[in-house]
C-alpha cells in the first residue's frame, strides 16, 4: 500500500493517532524540474533544516534523481548525515564555528565553505593531518548583507593564504560564493551592488591565482527573477519546497498537515472558549479539538485569523492555539470524533496553504515549514523518486 494509501486508510478508519504530515515527493520532484528547465547552470538542492522540514534525505534523493547535481547544507553534522544516507553527490556545507569538525568533513569528502582566514587556517590545519583526498574550500564573500561571509576589506588576503593552502598542496579551491540580501524585490538596487562585488570577489581570487570550477550566487529568488546571478550553480532550497519568495512563478506546495478531531462538543452562544477566554461563541454551537498546538508548529500568533478544513468546511480556530491543543468552530457541521481536519496544504480542496498560515502568523512561508514539532508523525507519498546516488 502507497503512503497516500495508507493515509486515506488511516483517515476513513478515523484511527490516527495524532498530527500528520504527509510531504508530497512528486511534488518537490516538479519543482526541482522547474528549475533545472530555467537555467543553464547547475542546480545545489539546499536540504537544510531537514529540508526545510520535509526529510532532508528524501528531498535531496528526489532532487538529485531530477535534475540536481549538488546538495547543500549548513552544517557540517546535516552533510554528514547525507553521507551516512548513502548519498554521493557533491555537498557544500557553509556554516560552521572556527573550532568545527573538519577532519570529518573531509574525510567524508564534504566541501567546506570557508568566510575568513581564521576559518581558512582551522580548515589547513584539519587537512594537514587528515590525509585523505585533497579538501575543497569555497571561498564565501559577503556581498552586502553583514552576515555569513568575509568582509571585502579581508577578501584579497583570503584569497591570497588560500592560494598559498593550495600551491602547498594541502587544499584546493573549488568555488566561490555570495547571497543576495533583497532577492525576493528584484527591483531593489542592492541586488545590482551584490551582483557587482560578486563579481569584483571573483575577479580578485582569479587574480591572486585561483581557478575556482563553480561561482555561485543566487539562491530561489534570483535563480526565478535574475539569470545575471545564475553563473555556474543555484542553491535552491525554498523553491524545492514550493515557496517562491520573490511570487514570481506557481510552485507546488508539498506538505499537507493533518490532525483528527478528538472530541466534539456543543456549546450555547457565550461560552468562552480556551486560555484568557480570548474567543467566545457568538451563536450556538459545535465546537472540536485537535491534538495539535504551537509545540506542532501552528502559530500561536495566528490565533484569531487562522482556519482549518474540517467537514469539507473552513473552520475558524476559537480562541487562543495551545501548546498541544487547538480548538475549532464547527457551525451547524454534525463532524464526528475521529474525523480529519486539514491544517494546511497545496490548497486544492479548499483548505488552507502554508502562504496562509504564515500572512495569518505574520511571518514567511519558510518558518511555517520547518517549524513542524518533533512529534508530529511523518510519511512521504510514494514518488517516481529514482535511486540514490
Ligand atoms: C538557505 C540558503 C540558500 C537557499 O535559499 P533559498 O532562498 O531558500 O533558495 C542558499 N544559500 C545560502 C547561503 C543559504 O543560507
Redesign the pocket.
Known amino acids: 500500500m502507497s503512503a497516500v494509501a495508507a493515509s486515506a486508510a488511516t483517515a476513513r478508519s478515523g484511527c490516527a493517532q495524532g498530527p500528520v504530515l504527509t510531504v508530497d515527493l512528486p511534488a518537490v520532484a516538479a519543482n526541482t524540474r522547474l528549475f533545472t528547465s530555467r537555467t543553464r547552470a547547475g542546480v545545489m538542492a ?1 536540504v ?1 533544516a531537514d529540508g526545510f522540514g520535509h526529510g532532508a534525505v528524501e528531498v535531496a534523493r528526489t532532487a538529485l534523481a531530477n535534475g540536481a547535481t549538488w546538495l ?1 547544507v ?1 552544517s557540517i553534522a546535516e552533510g554528514l548525515a547525507l553521507r551516512s544516507a548513502g548519498l554521493r553527490a557533491p555537498v557544500l556545507s ?1 556554516l560552521n564555528p572556527v573550532g568545527a569538525d573538519f577532519s570529518s568533513a573531509l574525510a567524508a569528502g564534504i566541501d567546506l565553505a570557508v568566510p575568513g582566514v581564521a576559518h581558512l587556517e582551522a580548515v589547513v590545519r584539519a587537512a594537514a593531518v587528515s590525509g585523505g583526498p585533497r579538501g575543497r574550500l569555497h571561498l564565501h564573500l559577503d556581498v552586502g548583507m553583514a552576515r ?1 561571509g568575509a568582509e571585502p576589506a579581508e577578501w584579497p588576503w583570503l584569497c591570497r593564504a588560500a592560494r598559498d593552502a593550495e600551491q602547498r598542496g594541502i587544499l584546493q579551491v573549488a568555488g566561490v560564493m555570495g ?1 543576495l540580501s533583497c532577492a525576493d524585490n528584484p527591483a531593489d538596487p542592492c541586488n545590482e551592488a551584490g551582483r557587482a562585488r560578486f563579481a569584483w570577489g571573483l575577479e580578485t581570487a582569479r587574480a591572486a591565482g585561483l581557478h575556482p570550477a563553480v561561482w555561485h550566487l543566487a ?3 534570483a535563480a526565478l527573477t535574475d539569470p545575471r546571478t545564475h553563473h555556474t550553480l543555484c ?5 524545492l519546497a514550493g515557496i517562491d ?1 520573490s511570487q514570481t512563478v506557481r510552485l507546488r506546495p508539498a506538505l499537507t498537515l493533518t490532525a483528527p478531531i478528538v472530541a466534539v462538543r456543543h456549546v450555547r452562544a457565550g461560552t468562552p472558549v480556551g486560555y484568557g477566554h480570548t474567543w467566545t461563541a457568538q451563536a450556538d454551537t459545535n465546537l472540536g479539538l485537535l491534538p495539535a498546538g504551537y509545540a506542532d508548529g501552528l502559530p500561536r500568533a495566528a490565533s484569531g485569523q487562522a482556519e482549518v478544513l474540517a467537514g469539507g468546511h473552513r473552520c475558524q480556530v476559537a480562541g487562543l492555539i495551545s501548546m498541544d491543543q487547538t480548538v475549532i468552530d464547527l457551525g451547524d457541521q454534525q463532524v464526528r470524533p475521529g474525523e480529519i481536519a486539514t491544517v494546511f496544504g497545496p490548497g486544492t480542496a479548499g483548505e488552507p496553504t502554508v502562504a496562509d498560515w504564515a500572512a495569518w502568523a505574520g511571518t514567511i512561508e ?1 518558518e511555517i515549514v520547518t517549524g513542524i514539532g518533533v512529534r508530529v508523525h511523518r510519511q512521504v507519498t510514494s514518488a517516481s523518486a529514482g535511486s540514490a546516488r
Do not use: E, L
Not at 542553491?235 to 523553491?239: E, K, S
Open positions: 539546499v537544510k547543500g549548513t557553509w555569513d547571497h539562491a530561489t529568488a542553491r535552491i532550497g525554498a523553491g519568495p519558510h
